[in-house]
């Protein structure tokens, strides 16, 4: 099946430093990403969807500024938090849509900041 | 607007009992259905789905009925094993080009031997 990569699988950063994540299709073609973020024992709340060639569109309450969303290519999208804050501390899943409209996941980025 | 509404848990089974976790949804057209499930410390893996009415979605040994009148797609399996321990979510999509999917809460299962 179709399978999607992200990197890093864990980070933890300082406070005002930014963490780039990024999520890869790896053996097809993406017209479309999705950034959702998780909290514990809570379900996925979606943060944007990312098309490529195009800006990124952001759900309501995620600021565009923070969470900086680049789909360069069909197959590699990148979630940045700039000047991160503990309160950014979670774990960040992608997802990728196939031609087939069928989303897949990555493994997930859990990120900690001190 | 579009939701999707899980039963709370954490279910706790004894292995080989009967699984049922129900999921109801509100949608704003024909959405596709679908049971993602996932892991201890791993992502989210696609279960099984189904696209219209009436649809049966089936995948190692879990299935789920989208019924369209009552607005539910609640999974069951006959028999679970220790194996099966995760978090079942429940989610929709609506069939439109470069929609994400919205999800339930999700719902922990824990089985014991």
């Known amino acids: 099946g179709a399978v999607v990569s992200q990197h890093p699988s864990r980070v933890i950063c300082k406070s005002g430093t930014s963490v780039k994540i990024e999520c890869r299709s790896l053996d097809f073609q993406a017209t479309t990403m999705f950034w959702y973020r998780q909290f514990p024992k809570k379900s996925l709340m979606l943060m944007a969807t990312s098309n490529e060639g195009s800006k990124a569109t952001y759900e309501q309450g995620v600021e565009k500024d923070k969470f900086l969303i680049n789909h360069a290519s069909l197959t590699l999208s990148t979630l940045t938090v700039t000047s991160a804050h503990p309160e950014d501390s979670s774990f960040y899943i992608c997802s990728a849509k196939d031609l087939s409209e069928t989303q897949y996941f990555g493994p997930g980025t859990r990120l900690l900041v001190l | 607007g579009n939701s999707v509404t899980q039963m709370e848990g954490p279910v706790t089974l004894s292995e080989e009992a009967f699984l049922t976790i129900n999921c109801t949804y509100t949608a704003t057209g024909y959405p596709s259905l679908f049971w993602y499930v996932q892991y201890p410390g791993e992502g989210l893996q696609l279960l099984l789905k189904a696209t219209k009415a009436d649809d049966k979605g089936s995948n190692k040994g879990f299935e789920a009925t989208y019924r369209k009148e009552t607005t539910s797609f609640h999974l069951e399996k006959g028999s679970v094993q220790v194996s099966d321990s995760a978090v079942y979510f429940c989610?929709?999509?609506?069939?439109?080009?470069?929609?994400?999917?919205?999800f339930g809460k999700g719902t922990t299962l824990s089985v014991s031997s």
């Open positions: 989610a929709l999509t609506l069939n439109q080009a470069g929609t994400a999917l919205i």
